[in-house]
Nanobody
Framework: VQLQAFGGGAVQTGGSLRLSCAAS?????MAWFRQAPGKEREFVAA?????????YYSDSVKGRFTIFGDGAKKTLDLQMNDLKPEDTSVYYC??????????????????WGQGTLVTVSS
């Protein structure tokens, strides 16, 4: 599965950005992860098509970010609102047939898009 991510950029605190990801084929779980310099890759949000598009979020973005997509069109978006400087990271879309208990762990995703940088200034 090939993934191509779009979007990203630089905004000020409180601003919004939208990331998009296009997949070459449908996969059971699609997710967004992020990685800041010197830190491990961390889970941001995921959607499970096999569960009717149920969504999952990290506590740090819940209420501010929304993951959505179109399973038929194989697209995945991440709407990011009320951005904070700590959201500054390279964001990656990922895909895999990941079970529920593992969807927050990057090692279970076998397909990754290229990263896209999000910079939030104070």
């Amino acid at each position: 599965v090939q993934l191509q991510a779009f979007g990203g950029g630089a905004v000020q605190t409180g601003g919004s950005l939208r990331l998009s990801c296009a997949a070459s084929e449908r996969v059971g779980t699609m997710a967004w992860f992020r990685q800041a310099p010197g830190k491990e890759r961390e889970f941001v949000a995921a959607i499970r098509w096999g569960s009717g598009g149920r969504t999952y979020y990290s506590d740090s973005v819940k209420g501010r970010f929304t993951i959505f997509g179109d399973g038929a069109k194989k697209t995945l978006d991440l709407q990011m609102n009320d951005l904070k400087p700590e959201d500054t990271s390279v964001y990656y879309c990922a895909a895999g047939n990941v079970i529920l208990s593992s969807l927050r762990q990057s090692k279970y995703y076998y397909n990754w898009g290229q990263g896209t940088l999000v910079t939030v200034s104070s």
